[in-house]
Nanobody, 123 residues
Framework: QVQLVESGGGLVQAGGSLRLSCAAS????????MGWFRQVPGKEREFVAAISWTGGNIYYADSVKGRFTISRDNAKNTVNLQMSSLKPEDTAVYYC????????????????WGQGTQVTVSS
């Protein structure tokens, strides 16, 4: 069973930065695509960013493009999301996900999910 554990969430003022990390237990981590999604109460889970197994292909939602950066370290089985110029509308629970479809923006394409980490951006 693959386990994903997110960390790095918290409270930050608008314009600030946060770095989320996701650690995977999967020993073949480097064979999988990874994604970050976010969700607010009452809404569907929303795609944020995705990265291919080598890191050579990266995808962003338009709402975060230019502000967020996804990266991965296959030697450490981690994927990161550096978030800058944060806005109140970025407030959500952020989830990392692991799957086999590169670059998918659809939550159903991912097979394993972390428990989520809360990001709150105050105005």
């Amino acid at each position: 069973q693959v386990q994903l554990v997110e960390s790095g969430g918290g409270l930050v003022q608008a314009g600030g930065s946060l770095r989320l990390s996701c650690a995977a237990s999967e020993r073949t981590f480097s064979h999988y695509a990874m994604g970050w999604f976010r969700q607010v109460p009452g809404k569907e889970r929303e795609f944020v960013a995705a990265i291919s197994w080598t890191g050579g292909n990266i995808y962003y939602a338009d709402s975060v493009k230019g502000r967020f950066t996804i990266s991965r370290d296959n030697a450490k089985n981690t994927v990161n999301l550096q978030m800058s110029s944060l806005k109140p509308e970025d407030t959500a629970v952020y989830y990392c996900a692991l799957g086999t479809v590169v670059g998918s923006t659809q939550a159903k394409s991912y097979d394993y999910w972390g428990q989520g980490t809360q990001v709150t951006v105050s105005s």
